[in-house]
C-alpha cells in the first residue's frame, strides 16, 4: 500500500475538525489519503467507544479514504514512549505516505500537542534503518521517513503559513463531522451533559473561522496550516496566477 497523505489524530474526529475539507479536496484529486487516530477517544464526555467507531467509520466513507486505523495508544494518557513510537512506525512503513499532515504543535486540550510531539518523532525514527519492525505476514518492513510534514490548525490559532482552498469542499467536511453525531451540534439532551464542543455555537465558530480563514487568501471557505521545518519549496509560481486574494 502506498498512500498519498496520511493524517494523524489524537481522537477520532481530530482530523475531521482540522483538516476535514482539505482530506476531501485531495481525495476528490485522486490522491490517496489515509487517517491514523491515535486513541479511540474514550474519555471523551459524550458517546463511548462503540458509538465512535462507528461514526468514525461514517466519516471516512464521506471523506473517501483509501485507509484509516484506530490506534489504542491511551486517551488522556498519550506517553511519547518507545512502545507508541513503534506503534506509529508499523503504520507509516506500511502505508508510506509522501505527505504527512499532523495536529498543532501547542492547543487547548494536552492530547493534541502530546500525540503531535509523539507523532513527529515516530515519523523521523521511522527513517531509521536500524529500528527494526515486522509486518503482520512476518516481513521485516523498510523504514520510510515523509517528505513534507505540515500542521494542521486545531482550537487555538496558530502562525499558519498557508490556507488551503475549502470552498467546493465545506459541505463535505461539515458531514463528516456530523457524522460524529454523539459530539456535535447536538441539541440539549438530558442524558448527556453539555460540552465544549457539542454547542450549536461551537459548530458556528467552526463555520466562521473557516470563511475568516478563507478570506485571508480570496477562498469563501479555507483551512489553515502550518509547514514544519521550513522553507517550504517551490518549483513554479502556478498557485499566485490561480489565485487573485485582495491585498
Ligand atoms: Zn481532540
Given amino acids: 500500500m502506498k498512500l498519498d497523505v496520511l493524517v494523524f489524530a489524537s481522537h477520532p474526529d481530530d482530523a475531521e475538525l482540522g483538516c476535514g475539507g482539505t482530506i476531501a479536496a485531495l481525495t476528490d484529486q485522486g490522491k490517496k489519503v489515509g487517517i491514523i487516530d491515535l486513541t479511540k477517544g474514550e474519555m471523551g464526555t459524550r458517546g463511548n467507544a462503540e458509538t465512535r467507531a462507528k461514526e468514525v467509520d461514517k466519516a471516512s466513507k464521506i471523506l473517501n479514504l483509501s485507509y484509516r486505523k484506530m490506534l489504542d495508544l491511551g486517551d488522556s494518557i498519550l506517553e511519547n514512549s518507545r512502545e507508541n513510537q513503534l506503534k506509529i512506525i508499523e503504520q507509516v512503513r506500511l502505508t508510506r505516505p509522501h505527505i504527512c499532515l499532523v495536529g498543532a504543535p501547542f492547543d487547548r486540550h494536552p492530547d493534541h500537542p502530546k500525540g503531535t510531539n509523539l507523532t513527529l518523532d515516530a515519523l523521523f525514527y521511522s527513517g531509521l534503518k536500524k529500528i ?4 503482520e505476514n512476518g516481513e521485516k518492513q523498510e523504514p520510510h521517513r515523509p517528505a513534507h510534514i505540515l500542521h494542521y490548525m486545531q482550537d487555538r490559532p496558530i502562525d499558519f503559513d ?15 463531522i456530523l457524522a460524529f453525531n454523539t459530539q456535535f451540534n447536538v441539541s440539549s439532551n438530558e442524558r448527556e451533559s453539555e460540552t465544549y464542543i457539542s454547542s450549536k455555537n461551537y459548530f458556528k465558530q467552526l463555520e466562521s473561522r473557516a470563511r475568516y480563514l478563507g478570506h485571508l487568501s480570496g477562498f469563501t471557505y479555507g483551512e489553515a496550516f502550518k509547514y514544519y521545518l521550513p522553507p517550504a519549496p517551490l518549483k513554479n509560481f502556478n498557485i499566485f496566477f490561480e489565485t487573485s486574494p485582495k491585498r
Fill in 132 to 135: 527494526e519492525t515486522i509486518e
Fill in 162 to 176: 498557508f490556507v488551503f482552498d475549502i470552498s467546493d469542499h465545506w459541505k463535505t467536511k461539515k458531514e463528516a
